[in-house]
């Protein structure tokens, strides 16, 4: 609850982090902000924030600044020339290695996981609509408005191809309603449900009437519209579509809907309770749904550093399958964007083919046998190469060489360890992984490859 | 590259989940211990042929005049065909099937369609599969998906349902909540890789405790898996065909304890514009072939009586054929159901040839019948909201 109204600054359940002896600025909590709100980060990377401490490092993250390993100069015109050639190439293989491409290469890791963030808020599959460049237009918008106001990025998406064609807007006309996108404009994108009514549903259908796509871009057509006045939520009025938007963001509802997606992507199970949800979404409406001051208050705030808070999700598979790219620094030569984009999708998350319109249930879903089995078998790909389209196999001890680690199995493992969730394995997990090992008198690069893998895959290393 | 077999021989095996037993809470040693499957539930096995199946040419209605007359080319000839009874017998490619209809494992449900039919592969086969008559309700679940969202998952984490096959599980899997699993080769679920032991922690909270239980079961079904692969599966014997690779898989895993209710598979190719018979034939003996080295399979492992498999095409095909030695796409057609629990034989009358409508065959059974039947029939699950209606049942199952 916020201690004082009208004061700028949040209090309470979203007081800002300060380290302290309980809650130090440690190897731990640096490497889960960048597990939780990035895609991990490297040996240097977190020694960098190690040093410069919790609020440079959270802004840095927060302004796209955070990665200085390998981000090259012509980043963009690089993503730009790979998404015009998948979307000519209509191989929507190629669009998904071009995300892959930013996600591993681009300085704005944040950014990128708030775009996958609303590709499954806006759940969108290119198994109907079919048109590689109306998905890329959409994908385009979620990182435009990633930390836009709410009510920009809603009015972006809603008025783009991908979404009206998903949604059959372009089948809704005067006298012949199609509901599929009222119902999940209020269900699903907007203010959940429980709060509107199925009259609603029926009403904001005739408001959107007219909405369509013509030659690949959004038009209202006049003749298709139904002009007579409709009653949503309380409100009588001739309402057109644009007219329904601003009615859905005014609800005080919408904004607790987007603190919900917001704790559902960056904080563990059960760390938020509705009090706390309702004092984020409080302060929400006070910056006109502003995204970007949600993100910037949830990362600083004591809430997500809290001890609780560390290791209390599954990671997802993306984050899985790019945050040992990253963190492991295997970048050059790099792995093949095309094969990493398969092994997520084999994981269960296969981009711009969400499941249906409520996305991707996440969470403990993601680690169904077949998951895990692929979670096990990736690891084992990425240190051997092959695997994930890289020529050469990793050199963990040449890495931990690199930063002045020790190169006997013990110190590999601890390095593996606070390099992938911020602290040496424990004696138990220590234990497993040794015993998997075989005689330490054969220990050598083959032997530290298979401890990498090991650890990767290991239970505790499939949390964030 | 690390092979599996090392690492089974090094991990899983030294530390087998067996020895694991005094620290393992108990229900999860009961797991590793456990050979069968747990659960009887049933299964349905679906097999959509895609194109546009030939109802005539596969159940020939040669005691029906108008057959000579409107296939002449097309026509085969009564002596071949695979009697059912005096006046309907099976297309010859399809001898493998013979033994299933002689032992009564084998059921057809002559003249399926719908109102209105429609001749569009895509709208057609999206009005199957999500039992919707009306395009614009074609949004995104299906009869299967929105059944399967009613009933509790058998295996916390596991999906109801699996496709097997390439790309995405189709529409009649998806619903608001259900998602189908996709396998396209047992690859998937073999595990390529070192593995520890998933771990005991005391101090494990619940989600913790979530993540080693379910590393615990995949290395244990993966473990499974890689027996089966080893070629413990003796007797099975299966032709080499595509459709017989998936079914065999599909037997593979309801061995291994997999625990979907619904497995379902495609077969590509039935849209015979030209040239059927050569084209038609070998489909036919593809899925004759397959069809009954999965029910044999099951049976000698014991699972046949929990097994249901429809086969079903999103139209028929035109009755008189078409210039060029096929067919054009038609309305109606013939659904086939095997296993021991069907009630074997013709469910019903065969449609007319004489008595058409447009030039096609009308209808006696609504699909959405034998979607009710099998729904509340043999998977136990009310039907009334996945097919937004109540459908009279067929007696098409045994009691």
């Not at chain 2, 108008?66 to 010859?92: C, E, F, M």
């Not at chain 2, 593979?252 to 034939?281: C, F, I, N």
């Not at chain 2, 034989?345 to 058409?356: I, K, T, Y």
Request: aromatic share 6%.
């Amino acid at each position: 609850m916020i201690a004082n109204e009208g004061e700028a600054k949040i209090g309470g359940a979203w007081a800002p982090y300060t380290p302290s002896p309980e809650t130090p600025w440690d190897r731990r909590r640096v490497v889960h902000l960048h597990r939780r709100a990035g895609l991990a980060a490297t040996w240097g990377e977190i020694e960098r924030d190690l040093a410069d401490g919790p609020e440079a490092s959270i802004t840095r993250l927060l302004d796209g600044k955070s990665r200085t390993y390998a981000v090259p100069s012509d980043f963009e015109a690089t993503a730009d020339l790979l998404a015009d050639a998948a979307v000519a190439s209509n191989d929507p293989a190629r669009l998904k290695a071009w995300w892959f491409y930013r996600m591993m290469f681009g300085p704005d890791p944040l950014g990128e996981r708030l775009t996958l963030m609303w590709h499954d808020h806006f759940a969108t599959s290119n198994l109907k609509v079919d048109n590689l460049a109306a998905m890329k237009r959409q994908n385009d918008h979620f990182r435009t408005h990633a930390r836009a106001r709410f009510g920009s990025l809603l009015e972006a998406v809603v008025h783009d191809p991908a979404l009206l064609i998903w949604l059959d807007a372009t089948a809704n006309r005067k006298g012949h309603p199609n509901e599929n996108l009222a119902r999940e404009l209020m269900e699903l994108f907007t203010l959940g449900i429980g709060h509107y009514t199925e009259s609603d549903i029926k009403e904001s259908a005739r408001a959107l009437t007219g909405w369509t796509v013509n030659d690949g871009d959004f038009r209202s057509v006049p003749s298709r519209h139904d002009t007579s006045d409709k009653s949503i939520l309380g409100r009588t009025g001739p309402w057109s579509g644009d007219d329904l938007l601003r009615l859905l963001l005014e609800q005080p509802v919408a904004a607790n809907h987007l603190a919900r997606r917001l704790c559902r992507t960056f904080l563990g199970e059960k760390i938020v309770d509705e009090p706390a949800i309702e004092a984020l979404a409080t302060g929400l409406r006070e910056h006109q749904l502003d995204i970007g001051w949600g993100i910037a208050t949830l990362l600083r705030s004591r809430l997500f550093f809290a001890d609780p808070n560390i290791q209390s999700r599954v990671i997802g598979p993306v984050e899985y399958v790019l945050g040992p790219i990253r963190a492991l620094e295997l970048l050059d030569p790099p792995a093949s964007t095309l094969v990493l984009a398969d092994w997520a999708a084999r994981l269960g998350q296969d981009l711009f083919y969400p499941p249906n319109v409520g996305g991707w249930p996440g969470g403990r879903g993601w680690l169904a046998t077949r998951a895990v089995i692929g979670r096990t078998n990736y690891a084992a790909a990425l240190v051997d190469g092959r695997g994930i389209g890289r020529p050469v196999p990793f050199d963990p001890l040449g890495l931990a060489e690199r930063h002045h680690q020790g190169q006997d199995r013990d110190a590999l493992i601890t390095f593996c360890g606070e390099l992938f969730v911020g602290k040496a394995p424990n004696q138990g997990w220590h234990d497993r992984i040794v015993a998997a090992l075989g005689p330490e008198s054969s220990w050598g690069p083959d032997l530290a490859r298979r401890a990498v893998a090991l650890i990767i895959a290991s239970p505790e290393a499939q949390l964030q | 590259m690390l092979s599996r077999r090392n690492f089974l021989n090094a991990t899983l095996r030294s530390s087998s989940l067996i020895a694991l037993a005094p620290t393992v809470p108990g229900f999860l040693a009961q797991a590793a211990r456990a050979a069968a499957p747990e659960q009887d539930s049933r299964v349905l096995v679906v097999i959509q042929l895609d194109g546009g199946n030939d109802g005539i040419n596969t159940v020939v209605p040669f005691g029906d005049e108008a057959y000579a007359k409107h296939r002449k080319v097309l026509r085969l000839p009564t002596d071949q065909l695979i009697k059912i009874n005096d006046h309907v017998g099976l297309n010859p490619a399809m001898r493998e099937a013979a033994p299933l209809l002689e032992s009564g494992r084998l059921a057809i449900v002559p003249g399926v369609g719908y109102p209105n039919p429609n001749r569009s592969h895509f709208e057609s086969m999206a009005i199957w599969q999500s039992a919707r008559l009306d395009p614009e309700e074609h949004n995104g679940a299906g009869w299967l998906g929105r059944g399967l969202d009613e009933i509790p998952r058998p295996v916390e984490g596991q999906p109801a349902s699996l496709y097997l096959g390439t790309g995405a599980p189709p529409l009649a899997l998806r619903g608001r909540l259900a998602i189908a699993s996709a396998i396209e080769r047992i690859d998937d679920i073999v595990l390529d890789a070192p593995i520890t032991s998933a771990g005991t922690s005391t101090d494990d909270n619940d989600l913790a405790a979530f993540v080693r239980r379910s590393t615990l079961d995949a290395y244990t079904t993966a473990e499974r898996m890689a027996e089966l692969a080893r070629g413990r599966d003796s007797s099975a014997r299966y032709p080499s065909t595509g459709l017989a690779e998936r079914l065999r898989l599909a037997a593979r895993l309801l061995k291994g304890g997999y625990a979907a209710r619904v497995l379902y598979t495609s077969q590509s190719g039935y849209d015979t514009h030209s040239g059927q018979l050569p084209t038609h034939g070998a489909l036919l003996s593809e899925l004759a072939g397959a069809l009954r080295a999965f029910l044999d399979d099951l049976a000698a492992s014991g699972l046949a009586e929990r097994v249901l498999v429809l086969c079903f095409s999103e139209f028929g095909r035109r009755v008189t054929e078409n210039g060029s030695s096929g067919t054009d796409h038609g309305t109606a057609g013939p659904l086939i159901l095997a296993g021991p629990r069907v009630k074997p034989g013709l469910a019903g009358p065969m449609p007319s040839l004489l008595d058409l409508e447009d030039d096609d065959l009308k209808m006696t059974v609504d699909f959405r019948r034998v979607y009710a039947t099998i729904l509340e029939s043999w998977l136990g699950i009310p039907s009334r909201s996945a097919l937004n209606g109540t459908f009279d049942p067929l007696s098409i199952l045994r009691s």
